[in-house]
């Protein structure tokens, strides 16, 4: 496949979501043609909604597709909503019509994993390891993201830093759901751009059962991430506390899986998970200083 066939017309499905906005962002200042394809657009975007002609009219349009939508949150989210019927039910029909249409029309894809795929006891786990199986059977490419990280707009379904962030500038407190002691491999938005558009130009480089690992291969305590935020507070002049819980990690039971450095022959982090927090903490501080 010729890289000037992908540049042509890209659809993001998820294009509102925590990665998808950036992503959007990131490919048309290269210069690619978008396709949007989000709930938050309407409820003709529900790829949940089976048949949906729209998303029949995007796929059969589109050259590539970064499948990236899904039913998730943080771990607040997780905790509250990954057992539910509707979570399970929602993430099924989401992916029967969108990996249906992707064989209809033959359409190279990358469909976003978790590195929790291989966690059992966890819904989430278990939904985006059928979405891997999918994914194989069409031959399409697998990423497995490792807590990306940047600006959130829904903050029920926030991740860790955004929350953290969050509570330091409307309560004061981080209000921590365990002791701390787990430790995550994070990665700037932006860095997972670069992976992702590296990985569509060199899709005939890669296979279903490529090791594609989209993380800093960096690990770094919950604890160690409160007290970095807490940092940028006081280097702003307002002082925040941290209060940790007595519970451990609930959602990935403190599993750790470790990242395959196999896509780093084609692409590495930049970010600092320092700088990365910077960034995404002056960027939410632009509007709590229009409040």
């Known amino acids: 496949m010729s890289t000037s066939m992908i540049k042509n017309r890209v659809l993001i499905l998820g294009s509102s979501g925590q990665i998808g906005t950036y992503l959007t962002e990131y490919l048309r200042d290269k210069g690619y043609e978008v396709l949007e394809f989000d709930i938050v657009n309407g409820v003709h975007q529900d790829m949940t909604d089976i048949p949906n002609p729209e998303l029949h009219r995007q796929i059969m349009k589109s050259h590539f597709i970064f499948f990236l939508a899904f039913d998730v949150g943080g771990s607040h989210y997780l905790k509250k909503y990954q057992h539910t019927f509707n979570f399970i039910d929602n993430n099924a029909r989401l992916m029967v019509n969108v990996f249906g249409l992707i064989q209809k029309y033959n359409k190279p894809f990358v469909f976003a994993s978790s590195q929790m795929s291989n966690m059992s006891y966890s819904p989430y786990g278990v939904m985006k390891k059928v979405g891997e199986l999918y994914t194989k059977s069409l031959g399409g490419l697998i990423v497995h993201f490792w807590n990306v990280y940047g600006i959130e707009k829904d903050m029920e379904k926030a991740h860790v830093i955004t929350d953290f962030i969050t509570k330091g500038f409307e309560t004061g407190v981080i209000d921590m759901m365990t002791d701390g002691t787990e430790q995550r491999e994070f990665l700037y938005a932006e860095d997972c751009c670069e ?50 819980a007595q519970t451990k990690d609930e959602v990935q039971k403190d599993a750790r899986n470790e990242a395959n450095p196999f896509i780093r022959k084609w692409w590495k982090s930049k970010t600092l998970i320092e700088d990365g927090i910077e960034k995404v903490f002056y960027e939410m501080k632009k509007n709590y200083e229009k409040i």
């Open 195 to 244: 992976a992702l558009e590296q990985v569509m130009l060199e899709y005939s480089e890669f296979t279903s059962d490529s090791d594609l690992h989209i993380t800093s291969f960096r690990s770094t305590t919950i604890l160690e991430i409160a007290k970095i935020i807490q940092g940028i507070f006081k280097t702003n002049g307002k002082t925040i506390s941290i209060k940790k």
